[in-house]
């Protein structure tokens, strides 16, 4: 097993796991360095925190996946969970993709902001952006900006400036492959106190650039 973004918390509420001390890229976080974790450069600048030295690609998260269902539990490993073989009826898997950190509600301390692409087998894989926040009794789900399957708004690329979530959404016209899709929307969604909520005005419709990030479309 690969280990990251160590942290010596035990994790309640939405993210449990084990202790372990920092990791190397716990400390280069803290240094404000870019950090390649599976081919993805993270932008850690804003990592000001503890939540840097989170192991988040090798922890326990209960999550609910899809509106009106129940938690559903992942023990993620190398930034992956495989319930079974592909091809099984019960065949769940979980990819969390690597942090962006910054400080989203206003206390100087950075939050972390994650996107976990689920798939069950089938062709769809459906995606959300998760936001947790230091707590003294580690990682604390803050809130989530929900995602969609693929082209049909799937998230990209994830920032954090000016206190704000920068997240680009696919979208794909009836034309367009289902991997393919031809346009993205960036939206601003920002911490209200007790939700994220996109701020509408600042929503920018744009041609997806052709060599640009596309969505997960493949374990």
Same mark, same amino acid.
């Given at each position: 097993?690969?280990?990251?973004?160590?942290?010596?918390?035990?994790?309640?509420?939405?993210?449990?796991?084990?202790?372990?001390?920092?990791?190397?890229?716990?400390?280069?976080?803290?240094?404000?360095?870019?950090?390649?974790?599976?081919?993805?450069?993270?932008?850690?600048?804003?990592?000001? *925190?503890? =939540?840097?030295? #989170?192991?988040?690609?090798?922890?326990?998260?209960?999550? /609910?996946? +899809?509106? $009106? %269902?129940?938690?559903?539990?992942?023990?993620?490993?190398?930034?992956?969970?495989?319930?079974?073989?592909?091809?099984?009826?019960?065949?769940?898997?979980?990819?969390?993709?690597?942090?962006?950190?910054?400080?989203?509600?206003?206390?100087?301390?950075?939050?972390?902001?994650?996107?976990?692409?689920?798939?069950?087998?089938?062709?769809?894989?459906?995606?959300?952006?998760?936001?947790?926040?230091?707590?003294?009794?580690?990682?604390?789900?803050?809130?989530?900006?929900?995602?969609?399957?693929?082209?049909? *708004?799937? =998230?990209?690329? #994830?920032?954090?400036?000016?206190?704000?979530?920068?997240? /680009?959404? +696919?979208? $794909? %016209?009836?034309?367009?492959?289902?991997?393919?899709?031809?346009?993205?929307?960036?939206?601003?969604?920002?911490?209200?106190?007790?939700?994220?909520?996109?701020?509408?005005?600042?929503?920018?419709?744009?041609?997806?650039?052709?060599?640009?990030?596309?969505?997960?479309?493949?374990?």
């Amino acid at each position: 097993m690969l280990d990251r973004w160590r942290s010596p918390a035990a994790i309640a509420l939405a993210l449990l796991g084990c202790s372990a001390p920092p990791s190397a890229q716990g400390a280069k976080a803290a240094s404000g360095a870019a950090v390649a974790t599976r081919g993805v450069v993270t932008d850690v600048s804003g990592a000001n *925190g503890p =939540l840097a030295a #989170i192991d988040w690609a090798n922890r326990r998260y209960e999550l /609910t996946m +899809f509106e $009106g %269902e129940g938690e559903m539990d992942f023990a993620v490993v190398d930034g992956v969970y495989e319930s079974s073989t592909p091809g099984d009826p019960n065949f769940e898997w979980l990819a969390v993709q690597p942090p962006v950190y910054g400080d989203l509600d206003g206390d100087g301390v950075a939050e972390a902001a994650i996107v976990v692409v689920y798939n069950n087998g089938r062709e769809r894989f459906d995606d959300k952006l998760l936001v947790y926040t230091a707590s003294p009794d580690g990682p604390r789900q803050l809130g989530i900006v929900y995602g969609g399957n693929r082209g049909d *708004g799937g =998230l990209g690329p #994830i920032a954090i400036r000016d206190g704000a979530l920068r997240v /680009t959404r +696919f979208r $794909g %016209e009836p034309s367009d492959p289902p991997c393919q899709p031809s346009q993205q929307v960036i939206e601003t969604w920002r911490w209200d106190g007790r939700f994220f909520t996109e701020t509408e005005s600042a929503r920018r419709p744009e041609t997806r650039p052709r060599q640009g990030p596309q969505p997960r479309c493949a374990r």
